[in-house]
């Protein structure tokens, strides 16, 4: 994590062309292009063709691609760019968010702080669609855990059910970065996963999370072949880390 990296990148995007008043202009978030700089900002290393593709970046590194969401859409690209080089997918979540409601024209409305606060565990809720990568040796995802402001724009009716229109989000600060280069580290959110069999409950008690968030992250290192169901403990499915020996 470079947060001085992070700082000129925030500046870069804010001081080119892409904010109006605050308001995201036309094409890529301000948080992808934000995360774009910040992993590489050599323009002529950004949005670079490969086969039919085009990737975000393409550096010493490798290739770096920035999803905010739609997991999906990264399938055929995996597929096409993994045989060949490593892969970086960044995906950004947002622990806290302040909400900022404006006009068309730009004036500021109202400003909060929504209550709802992202965790890295919201990643398994993204990367079901490309599970079956998630053993590839030239796969690595980072989760970028950030502070933004959400820009909303009221909507012109005198309906008071009509909501405002999120226009964009710009990353305000960076709280944590964490790294997967390997199916070891999932451990940093799964404490349990290279130690003897387990069920979501154990994992529930251990982590302080909630069954659902347990559940998902389980269904999803299980599909990805990170994790093997040996059996159950009443209800509950036992899971063991896959290089393990039963």
Same mark, same amino acid.
């Given at each position: 994590?470079?947060?001085?990296?992070?700082?000129?990148?925030?500046?870069?995007?804010?001081?080119?062309?892409?904010?109006?008043?605050?308001?995201?202009?036309?094409?890529?978030?301000?948080?992808?292009?934000?995360?774009?700089?910040?992993?590489?900002?050599?323009?002529?290393?950004?949005?670079?063709?490969?086969?039919?593709?085009?990737?975000?970046?393409?550096?010493?590194?490798?290739?770096?691609?920035?999803?905010?969401?739609?997991?999906?859409?990264?399938?055929?690209?995996?597929?096409?760019?993994?045989?060949?080089?490593?892969?970086?997918?960044?995906?950004?979540?947002?622990?806290?968010?302040?909400?900022?409601?404006?006009?068309?024209?730009?004036?500021?409305?109202?400003?909060?702080?929504?209550?709802?606060?992202?965790?890295?565990?919201?990643?398994?809720?993204?990367?079901?669609?490309?599970?079956? #990568?998630? @053993?590839?040796?030239?796969?690595? =995802?980072? +989760?970028?855990?950030? $502070?933004?402001? !959400?820009?909303? %724009?009221?909507?012109?009716?005198?309906?008071?059910?009509?909501?405002?229109?999120?226009?964009?989000? #710009?990353? @305000?600060?960076?709280?944590?970065? =964490?790294? +997967?280069?390997?199916? $070891?580290?999932? !451990?940093?959110? %799964?404490?349990?996963?290279?130690?003897?069999?387990?069920?979501?409950?154990?994992?529930?008690?251990?982590?302080?999370?909630?069954?659902?968030?347990?559940?998902?992250?389980?269904?999803?290192?299980?599909?990805?072949?990170?994790?093997?169901?040996?059996?159950?403990?009443?209800?509950?499915?036992?899971?063991?880390?896959?290089?393990?020996?039963?």
């Amino acid at each position: 994590m470079d947060i001085l990296r992070f700082e000129e990148a925030c500046a870069r995007v804010r001081n080119g062309e892409r904010l109006i008043k605050g308001i995201g202009t036309k094409g890529e978030g301000s948080v992808h292009a934000v995360l774009k700089n910040y992993f590489e900002k050599d323009k002529q290393s950004q949005e670079m063709p490969i086969g039919r593709f085009i990737a975000d970046i393409v550096g010493e590194d490798g290739i770096v691609e920035i999803q905010t969401s739609h997991f999906a859409n990264l399938r055929d690209k995996l597929e096409a760019f993994l045989p060949v080089s490593r892969v970086t997918v960044v995906f950004p979540v947002y622990v806290n968010k302040d909400i900022v409601t404006m006009t068309h024209e730009g004036t500021v409305i109202a400003k909060r702080r929504s209550p709802l606060k992202g965790t890295a565990f919201d990643i398994f809720r993204e990367i079901y669609p490309i599970a079956s #990568f998630l @053993t590839d040796s030239n796969l690595s =995802i980072h +989760i970028m855990m950030l $502070e933004c402001e !959400e820009y909303r %724009i009221r909507q012109e009716t005198d309906s008071k059910r009509a909501k405002p229109h999120v226009s964009d989000r #710009f990353p @305000t600060k960076l709280v944590d970065e =964490i790294r +997967i280069d390997s199916p $070891e580290d999932w !451990e940093q959110l %799964i404490p349990c996963l290279r130690k003897s069999e387990f069920t979501s409950t154990d994992l529930i008690n251990i982590h302080h999370i909630s069954r659902k968030y347990a559940s998902v992250a389980l269904s999803v290192l299980h599909k990805g072949g990170i994790l093997r169901r040996i059996g159950k403990r009443g209800n509950a499915f036992r899971y063991l880390y896959y290089k393990n020996t039963v």
